[in-house]
Structure formats: C-alpha cells, structure tokens
C-alpha cells in the first residue's frame, strides 16, 4: 500500500522531538524569520541544525516555513536565510510567493519547494503550474472536498498535502485582513491576534452605542469562531484521495497537544495500513479528547459544512500534571517535572510514545533533595518518584478533570 506522510508542527526544539518520538515522519517548523507564527518560539540557527540532524539520524525530515506575504524589506536577507537553512540539510521549505520562490531557485538549487496553504490552491491546473515552476508539493486549500481532491490526485502528478486536523482559520486558507484592521498585526506576517476568536455584538448604523446581542449561547455569539478539524475516523478516505502527507495544525500547541495528536493519528495510519478492512479503534478519538479543543468537524472534506462554527470556548477534559526528564533503570526512579499540583493517593494516567496509556498511583515521592514530601505543588519542580514500570523520557503524566 502507498504510504502517507503524518507531518507535525513543531513550535520549538522540544516539541520537534516529542513529534518525531510520537510518531511523526516529518514535522515543520519556522526560523527566526519569515514565518506565519511569530506567536511560536521558533527556531535559532543552532536549534535548527540540532533539530534538523534529531530528525535526520531518525530517518524523518524537516520542511521549513518561509511563507509570509512578504514586503520588499521582508527580501532584503531572504537569500542568507535560504543559503543557512539549505547548508544546513532542510529538506523543504514551504512557501507563499512567487517572489520568494524565485529567491530560493537561484540561492539554493536544489533545495525542494512546498507550495503554503496560503496560496490557496483549489484546482489542478494551479497545482501544474506550481510544479512547473518547481515545486515539488503542493498544500492544498481547506476549502476543498475529497471529490475535488481526488480529481486534482487524478489529473496531476505533484505531490499534494491535505490538513486532517487542528483549528481551521474562518477567512479562506488563512489570509485574512481582520488582524491587521482591528488590531495593527498582519496576520500574513506571523502576527495575527486571532479577533475571529472575539465575542462580538451588532450596533445599528443610527443607533450608536445600542449594542444588540446576537445570542448563539448564554455567553453571547462568536459568529467567526470556527470548530476545529478532526479526520482520525476517516483515515481511509484520506488514503484513497490519494495525498501523500496529511498535516497536523499547531505550532504554538503544547508538547502535550503534538504527542498525543500525533500518537492518534500514527496508530490510525499503522492499522489502516495493516487492515484496511478493520483498522478503526474508538481509542484513537477518545484520545484526542484529552487534549484542548474546541468541538470537532470534518471541515469542508465531505462538501460544505452545515455549521462549522462554534462559541469561543474550548474543551478540557484532562491536565497535563508532570512530564518526565529521565528514568534510572537500576533503581526505578523518575525525574520528574511537576507542572500541575498532585499528591500522595492519586492515581495518574501515563501516556508514552509506545502502547496504551497505564495508571500509576502515587504512593511515595520526594523532592529533588531527596527529602519526603505528601504534595508537588511549586511551578516546575523537580520530583522523585518510584514507578511500577519503566518510562519513556518523553512520558506524559495527566490527570481528568
């Protein structure tokens, strides 16, 4: 069977690797410059080469975002940008202007181009031109069904990427002008403050200051706030659309959020991929419950929506409560970190990147001198605690609500 890429986002260094320890074949990610998230840490030169050669000695890769909308100021370092982040084994860059496509062609042959969800394709012959200007991959728009994707698979033989889950921007395929009029942040510069996510009232044009409420819910309306996309039930549809990377939205998410999307979507791959005619597992949905989200949709894959919008607040049914910085074999000691209060008598579930989560119930703990303590209850502490079975560096704990 045709394999499909699962690419994660990857915010900074820690998180690239939690991805690729998750389950990723590739994540992506953003420089210092040039990128659509200035909101995520983004990555310094020597974070990205340790995050580039984490991959590669991993066998996955590493695609790099330059796909704002640039100005003729946003050129004047673009080469250097493009020479670094080529010298120093990215395997593609992902972009938004023909400008900046032309820019990479002559500073770094070679080097693959992937088309951004910013360009907003919809159409094969797009998709055509944008390979013959050489690209090697295309992202294509949201807005797009599986029919229109499966005939843009069928007439064209450039690689496609679909998004299968995260937040879907409420302006088509994210260039949006609100930002930038509402709040002085151009959101095609990385800088969007996100005003789609705002509660907002009607005022009539001669009644100044008469605000009248359009109520979708007692907290008022949030006519802009769209649901977020979730695709883990059909894995097979997107096999059979024929793309060869679906795409996890999420760079500014948490290390919790891209371990546990990922390690959904990697085991709905792996059994659809072992037993297309008995793959799907309720397991891979309830997980996904147990990070933040608002309600789930399929988005516009199987034509357009009935309602795709929901109110502003977002669905938490679980805390991250510690994660692990490292595990002694000899003697069965975590190192934890605490990031949530918990104490003595709790039971905790652990996630880790391999098999199903377990409980662990905390009967004995201390602190980092060693000394015996009922409660983890300081910000970032460090925590010594026995456990029933070995764990994975990268382990979550997480506790319900």
């Known amino acids: 069977m045709r394999k499909i890429e699962l690419l994660a986002p990857a915010g900074?260094?820690?998180?690239?690797?939690?991805?690729?320890?998750?389950?990723?074949?590739?994540?992506?990610?953003?420089?210092?410059?040039?990128?659509?998230?200035?909101?995520?840490?983004?990555?310094?030169?020597?974070?990205?080469?340790?995050?580039?050669?984490?991959?590669?000695?991993?066998?996955?890769?590493?695609?790099?975002?330059?796909?704002?909308?640039?100005?003729?100021?946003?050129?004047?370092?673009?080469?250097?940008?493009?020479?670094?982040?080529?010298?120093?084994?990215?395997?593609a860059v992902i972009v938004s202007d023909l400008g900046v496509m032309e820019v990479i062609k002559a500073a770094a042959p070679g080097l693959e181009i992937h088309i951004s969800t910013q360009a907003s394709v919809t159409n094969y012959r797009t998709v055509d031109m944008y390979k013959r200007l050489g690209a090697s991959r295309v992202v294509l728009a949201r807005e797009l069904s599986l029919q229109e994707i499966t005939e843009i698979h069928e007439k064209t033989d450039c690689e496609l990427e679909v998004f299968c889950h995260g937040a879907i921007c409420m302006s088509y395929s994210g260039r949006c002008l609100l930002s930038n009029y509402l709040a002085g942040r151009d959101g095609n510069m990385g800088e969007c403050a996100q005003p789609c996510r705002w509660q907002y009232y009607v005022m009539e044009e001669k009644r100044e200051g008469m605000y009248l409420p359009i109520m979708e819910t007692e907290r008022g309306t949030f006519v802009f706030n769209s649901k977020d996309m979730c695709m883990i039930e059909h894995i097979d549809d997107l096999f059979k659309c024929g793309a060869a990377s679906i795409k996890i939205e999420g760079r500014i998410k948490t290390a919790y959020y891209v371990a546990t999307v990922v390690k959904s979507y990697r085991a709905a791959i792996d059994a659809y991929m072992a037993n297309p005619d008995d793959w799907y597992k309720d397991y891979y949905k309830t997980e996904l419950e147990k990070v933040s989200h608002r309600m789930y949709d399929t988005g516009f894959f199987y034509g357009r929506p009935e309602e795709i919008y929901a109110d502003g607040s977002y669905i938490r049914n679980y805390d991250v409560i510690a994660t692990v910085d490292s595990y002694d074999e000899k003697t069965g000691i975590a190192t934890l970190t605490m990031l949530n209060k918990f104490s003595l008598g709790e039971e905790l579930e652990v996630m880790e990147p391999e098999g199903d989560f377990w409980i662990q119930k905390i009967t004995y703990m201390e602190d980092i001198d060693k000394k015996s303590i009922e409660t983890a209850n300081h910000a970032e502490m460090k925590v010594l605690l026995k456990t029933d079975k070995p764990v994975s560096t990268f382990a979550f704990f997480r506790r319900k609500r």
């Open 12 to 91: 900074d260094l820690n998180r690239l690797k939690v991805a690729i320890e998750y389950g990723a074949d590739a994540v992506y990610l953003g420089g210092e410059q040039y990128s659509l998230r200035s909101a995520a840490v983004n990555f310094t030169h020597d974070e990205l080469k340790e995050g580039i050669e984490y991959a590669h000695a991993r066998g996955k890769k590493v695609y790099v975002a330059l796909n704002i909308i640039p100005h003729n100021k946003d050129l004047d370092t673009m080469e250097s940008f493009v020479k670094e982040v080529h010298a120093l084994g990215a395997d």
